[in-house]
């Protein structure tokens, strides 16, 4: 038997793709050649996917053993490169990150700016999504680490509490109730609401701490990221429920105002998740340690 690591790079790519196109593509070879390439890798582990006609290809319970180990092999393959070209150090390579919205847009952009300064030969590549998403890249090997602001109990899934997070009713400041303390939710029930999309932290916590309570919450708009839902509610859209962290820039700014809702707890906290089979690299766990020990919200 022998397997390489280039038939492993394209059944990792078309695992991901779906496609023997989309993967060559991605490996910059040709179609023939990926498929060459897989046919081989087959013939010595038996079938990998399975193939409906038309449907693309789904890995089956082989591909699935598969997977994290051939990431393994490439990742290890790469860290040794890497460690040779540099005199022996740790000090170079490339992670891709995932982060839903809160986080991705409010905190991540200074956290990699700091490690940076430290680790500058570490490149890190951040795509903002929503918790669910998120989680089902990280299943799939499309990504090395993920925070996030939604709960993750799949079993394959490391999950790691990081930080506290607080969320607030926010309106435009010409509302009736703005600004406004000790509030009854069920004074809420006739709002109209903004809100975020299913899948997202956010969202959850509305619908588990929020909708449940009001007979039928009215929604105006359902928006995929918190600047969009900020924007429509200091134009005067609707009510919405987003993290006290996206939301401090506008207030700060008059441009929205919260309501003081009583009997409510929305405090829930952000999460790193990692994959239990995934190879942790020297890097990996640099970037890990970086984020868990990373304290915010310093005073000048």
């Not at 695992?15 to 990926?34: D, K, N």
């Not at 890190?124 to 109990?153: M, P, Y």
């Not at 007979?215 to 987003?242: F, H, T, Y």
Request: proline share 4%; glycine share 6%.
């Amino acid at each position: 038997m022998h397997i390489t690591l280039r038939q492993l790079e394209i059944f990792r790519a078309v695992a991901q793709y779906g496609r023997v196109t989309g993967a060559a593509e991605s490996l910059h070879i040709s179609q023939p050649a990926a498929s060459m390439a897989l046919s081989e890798l087959e013939k010595h582990l038996g079938p990998l996917f399975d193939r409906n006609q038309g449907a693309g290809l789904k890995m089956n319970d082989s591909g699935r053993a598969l997977l994290p180990k051939a990431c393994e092999l490439i990742e290890r393959a790469k860290e040794l490169e890497i460690q040779f070209a540099v005199d022996g150090s740790y000090e170079s390579g490339s992670l891709i990150l995932n982060a839903s919205s809160t986080i991705g847009n409010n905190l991540l952009p200074k956290i990699l700016f700091q490690f940076r300064e430290t680790n500058p030969g570490i490149r890190i590549d951040l795509e903002i999504d929503n918790t669910r998403a998120i989680e089902q890249h990280l299943l799939d090997f499309k990504i090395d680490l993920a925070v996030v602001e939604g709960t993750c109990l799949h079993p394959d899934i490391d999950v790691t509490t990081w930080l506290e997070d607080e969320l607030v009713v926010i309106c435009s400041p010409d509302h009736p109730l703005a600004n406004q303390k000790n509030i009854p939710l069920n004074s809420l029930s006739d709002e109209h609401w903004v809100l975020r999309e299913p899948g997202s932290g956010t969202r959850e916590l509305f619908d588990e701490m929020i909708a449940t309570q009001l007979d039928s919450p009215k929604v105006s708009m359902v928006l995929n990221r918190s600047e969009a839902v900020k924007q429509a509610v200091s134009d005067g859209v609707g009510i919405a429920c987003i993290s006290s962290l996206a939301a401090k820039s506008t207030l700060d700014t008059g441009h929205m105002a919260t309501i003081g809702v009583t009997g409510l707890n929305l405090k829930r906290h952000f999460y790193l998740l990692t994959h239990k089979k995934k190879y942790k690299s020297a890097v990996f766990n640099q970037l890990c340690r970086f984020i868990i020990d990373w304290k915010p919200f310093k005073k000048d």
